[in-house]
């Protein structure tokens, strides 16, 4: 192989640990090396935290080795409890099912399913844990793990510690199905390397330890570092919520916005973590950055990269479009199409209007809202500051049917950054 992903992913700062880095380097550089990351799926989407993981399967994919998505049917079911501080609700098979729907689909934007011999799969862990019975998971799975082993893991002695937290079987079982998973992989897709969160670290051991003992075999594992920003908070975390992937959860202009606010402090890692770019166009986009830092060059590099991976160009530059006349004001008439007037009105205050507003600008702005007063809107009227879809009022203006966007809408903007949408009853 021409490219090492190993070498490829630590450049960039994707991987925290490794479990024999040399030999997994000798591995990628001789062989094509299967490997995978298990997504368990408990939401109806995945976020912005599996991003880097995201990236790790795309990337080995790219230098030439296959990756595999392991949908967590199975140990969804269980809940992971690593880095949990209590019990997780249990999701039916039915949920399970429904959630894989939606993550399959935002797999497939980071993956290639159908290019040869390293095409991606998607598995489902289901298909092996639920033929399991206990009776066999307990023989040929349990006996190579010591209670002592489990109990030393670091999730779980928090837990037991805690006499206002407890862990039940269910969840102390987790480690051992990750690692029959890792095994199952091993011996029936030659699979040797196992990749996921720092929080993993115990479970990817546990799976390498298993398939020596069981399979007689050697296999790897990496995790990716548990992300912060430069003031400490964890990333993916806004005071909106959790930033999703899913368009019906975060829309791609509110994705688009996560990326572009980034802390100058964080962006060049972001770059690095986040896109497929060359480390050379980073440090470029970097010295572009530093040169005019008040342009955020480099974030809005980050937002349109990201956001065309996750959502696809046309929604990255509707979003890139809708930013710029949210933040930077000026715009035409024309830019305000029925998808653009869309993805502003979901953004910004709205109001309704009658019909007996119109013609005058002032009455409309009083009825929906945008201005407390008629004395209000003839004010900042008189004073130049009130566009309407991107032209500026004046006293003498009136509002007309050929000013209703999409026969109905009009969208002003009031100063600066003020903007307010009303739309006719």
Same mark, same amino acid.
């Given at each position: ?166 862990? !039940? ?6 480690? @051992? %199905?990750?690692? #029959?998973? =890792?095994?199952? /992989?091993? &011996?029936?897709? *030659? ?70 606010? !980034? ?6 890692? @972001? %770059?690095?973590? #986040?896109? =497929?770019?060359? /480390?050379? &166009?980073?440090? *470029? ?79 409309? %702005? ?60």
């Amino acid at each position: 192989m021409s490219v090492n992903p190993l070498a490829i992913m630590m450049e960039r700062g994707c991987v925290e640990w490794c479990s024999h880095p040399e030999e997994l380097r000798f591995l990628f550089d001789n062989e094509m090396v299967t490997g995978y990351i298990g997504f368990d799926p408990t939401a109806d989407s995945l976020h912005v935290g599996h991003l880097i993981p995201l990236m790790g399967l795309s990337w080995m994919q790219r230098s030439g080795h296959r990756p595999i998505a392991i949908a967590g049917g199975g140990t969804g079911l269980i809940g992971d409890p690593s880095g949990k501080s209590k019990e997780r609700n249990l999701l039916t098979l039915e949920q399970v099912d429904l959630n894989l729907v939606t993550v399959r689909g935002q797999l497939e934007r980071f993956l290639d399913f159908d290019c040869g011999s390293n095409s991606a799969l998607i598995i489902n862990n289901y298909d092996w844990l639920g033929k399991q019975s206990l009776i066999e998971f307990l023989r040929d799975t349990g006996k190579h793990f010591s209670v002592n082993y489990m109990v030393a893991r670091e999730y779980v002695k928090t837990r037991l510690d805690d006499p206002e937290k407890s862990i !039940s079987y269910t969840e102390f079982s987790y480690m @051992l %199905l990750q690692a #029959f998973d =890792f095994c199952h /992989l091993f &011996e029936n897709f *030659d699979c040797k390397l196992q990749m996921g969160g720092n929080d993993q670290q115990g479970n990817i051991i546990a799976g390498i330890d298993l398939i020596r003992k069981k399979a007689g075999g050697q296999a790897y594992g990496t995790t990716y570092p548990l992300l912060l920003s430069a003031s400490g908070q964890k990333f993916g975390k806004t005071e909106g919520g959790t930033v999703w992937l899913a368009p019906e959860r975060t829309s791609p202009y509110r994705f688009y916005q996560f990326w572009i606010n !980034s802390d100058d402090r964080d962006v060049e890692k @972001l %770059l690095k973590l #986040f896109t =497929f770019l060359s /480390l050379e &166009e980073v440090q *470029d986009i970097m010295d572009s950055h530093m040169a005019a830092p008040q342009h955020r060059e480099a974030q809005r590099r980050l937002a349109m990269e990201v956001t065309s991976t996750v959502h696809g160009k046309d929604a990255a530059k509707s979003a890139e479009r809708a930013s710029a006349i949210l933040f930077g004001g000026s715009f035409e008439p024309s830019d305000l199409t029925p998808e653009m007037l869309s993805i502003l009105m979901s953004e910004v205050p709205t109001g309704i209007f009658g019909e007996k507003d119109l013609p005058s600008p002032v009455d409309i %702005l009083s009825a929906c809202g945008a201005c407390a007063s008629k004395s209000e809107a003839r004010r900042l009227i008189q004073g130049g500051g009130v566009y309407l879809n991107g032209k500026r009022l004046d006293q003498d203006s009136q509002v007309g049917s050929a000013d209703l966007l999409e026969g109905k809408h009009i969208f002003f903007r009031l100063g600066k950054k003020r903007f307010f949408a009303a739309t006719r009853a």
